[in-house]
């Protein structure tokens, strides 16, 4: 788990501040996973996965960031969207194991209900 600072106040808000400890636990999980893939698939599958995994980790931190944050919470939906199907493809092609494809696509779908939440907090206070 990731260092968090007591002190300090999170940016972005609270359920933000969650959602990046989410997302950086998630990964800390994958990468020994993907580590773990076919040598042919290393270099494809695996890297669009950390690909994505880190777009993921980049949109939330811009929507802690940004005075609108819409844009950049529509964008980290679909990374999220992605990886969820990426996930999928791999434990088709048994590239994943079913423990790790239940417990990673279980992490995703965490991460992918707060964003949700934030999304319908975001569109509730730009129609208010």
């Known amino acids: 788990m990731a260092y968090v600072n007591p002190n300090r106040e999170p940016e972005g808000g609270e359920e933000q501040f969650k959602t990046l400890e989410k997302l950086c636990d998630m990964i800390e999980y994958a990468y020994p996973i993907l580590k773990q893939f076919p040598k042919e698939e290393k270099f494809v599958m695996a890297a669009d996965i950390k690909h994505i ?53 279980g992490k995703v779908a965490e991460i992918g209900k707060m964003v949700g939440g934030m999304i319908r907090a975001e569109n509730q206070n730009a129609s208010s």
């Open 53 to 105: 995994m880190l777009d993921a980790l980049r949109y939330c931190v811009k929507a802690g960031k940004k005075k609108s944050r819409k844009t950049a919470l529509y964008d980290l939906d679909i990374e999220i969207q992605a990886l969820k199907r990426f996930i999928r493809i791999s434990y088709n092609l048994r590239f994943l194991s079913m423990h790790h494809y239940e417990v990673w696509s």
